[in-house]
């Protein structure tokens, strides 16, 4: 059964960069028919698609983050990556990594909380 | 962006009821529509995937219809684990969009 768990730190300083990295288990990230992605959720506020990562590298981004945000893939550890330029409180979310099939997400991870705070 | 409008907002129900919840895109996504459960601190769920199509391992209680912008999840009669707050996400182009939740408590 396909598992996936974010990881990164919870504290992140205002203008500085969120970095969070997903890892997956019980299956490979390298798979001609899936996609990877991460979408965040502002507290108190719905879920915000943040963009997709395919294995080899190709990737769709939210276009009102596309300036700031980079996905990246690393297939030998099985991981995908998530990086957030510039963060302000706003930013502020439970942010989650999640497999895209076709257009839907399954399964997700269980979310990690990041804060924007100095 | 495609705008996704669930309704209600919140919902009490209690065990045993049957619960509709509404979805409607402010354009159409023909049937690219899919519906998620999501409990406090877990992992979202899929249920529902291209509009009416059941996610494996999905109790049948749970349904989805609709096409073009208006859909709909149905629970045919509420379990105790199904409370939750339970979006609509359109695939039909990105950005990807999700509805603003509707939260389903117990009566």
């Known amino acids: 059964q396909l598992h996936l768990q974010e990881s990164g730190p919870g504290l992140v300083k205002p203008s500085e960069t969120l970095s969070l990295t997903c890892s997956v288990s019980?299956?490979?990230?390298?798979?001609?028919?899936?996609?990877w992605g991460w979408i965040r959720q502002p507290p108190g506020n719905g879920l915000e698609w943040i963009g997709n990562?395919?294995?080899?590298?190709?990737?769709y981004y939210n276009p009102s983050l596309k300036s700031r945000v980079t996905i990246s893939i690393d297939t030998s550890k099985n991981q995908f990556s998530l990086k957030l330029s510039s963060v302000t409180a706003a930013d502020a979310a439970v942010y989650y990594c999640?497999?895209?099939?076709?257009?839907?997400?399954?399964?997700w991870g269980q979310g990690t909380l990041v804060l924007v705070s100095s | 962006d495609i705008q996704m409008t669930q309704s209600p907002s919140s919902l009490s129900a209690s065990v045993g009821d049957r619960v509709t919840i509404t979805c409607r895109a402010s354009?159409?996504?023909?049937?690219?529509l899919n519906w998620y459960q999501h409990k406090p601190g877990k992992a979202p769920k899929l249920l529902i995937y291209?509009?009416?199509s059941l996610q494996s391992g999905v109790p049948s209680r749970f349904s989805g219809s609709g096409s073009g912008t208006d859909f709909t999840l149905t629970i045919s009669s509420l379990q105790p684990e199904d409370f939750a707050t339970y979006y609509c996400?359109?695939?039909?182009?990105?950005?990807?969009?999700f509805g603003q939740g509707t939260k389903l408590e117990i009566k």
């Open positions: 999640a497999r895209r099939y076709v257009g839907q997400f399954d399964p």
């Open positions: 019980g299956g490979s990230i390298s798979s001609n028919t899936y996609y």
């Open positions: 990562i395919f294995y080899r590298g190709s990737t």
């Open positions: 354009q159409t996504v023909y049937t690219y």
């Open positions: 291209t509009a009416s």
């Open positions: 996400q359109q695939s039909y182009t990105t950005p990807y969009t």
